[in-house]
C-alpha cells in the first residue's frame, strides 16, 4: 500500500513528473487544482515551470506572477520548482537580470522559494523528499493532510 498522497493537477497528469512519482512509495491523486501543481498536504505546493514558461510571463505578459500569489495565498510553504537547463547560463539571449528580477519579485512578494532541477526523474524525487520530510514530522507538529 502505498503511503502518503500527492494530489496532482490535471494539467500535470501526462508528465514525466507523475510517472516517476507513481514509481516510488507514493499514491497520487489527479484533480482539478485551482492553485499549484503538486500538492503535498494543506501547507505544502508545488508550482512546476521551465524556464522558457517564466521567459513567456516576462516578455508576453502572461500572468505566472498571480498564480504563483494565488498559491502563496492558499499554502504555508509554497515552492516554485524551476526545471531545465540552467537559467542564468551566459549564452542566454536574455539580458539576465529580468530572470532574477522575477525570482527575487516571488521570493520577496510572496514568500516563495524556488528550488531548480535539471528533468522531470530530479522533480519527482525533489517532491517526493519534501513529502517523505513532511510527513515524518513528529505528530503534533504535522498539519493534518488532504483528505
Known sequence: MKRYKIVVDSKEKDSGVVKALENQDLEIEIATLESGDYI???RIAFK???INDILKSIFKGEKLSSAIGNMANSYAR?????EGEDPFFPGRPVNLSFIQSFLKTIAFSFGVSTLFTL?????AEVISSIARAEHLKPEPSR???IQ
Open 78 to 82: 509554497p515552492i516554485l520548482i524551476i
Open 119 to 123: 528533468n522531470e526523474a530530479q522533480t
Open 48 to 50: 512546476r515551470l521551465t
Open 40 to 42: 503535498v498536504n494543506r
Open 143 to 145: 498539519i493534518q493532510e
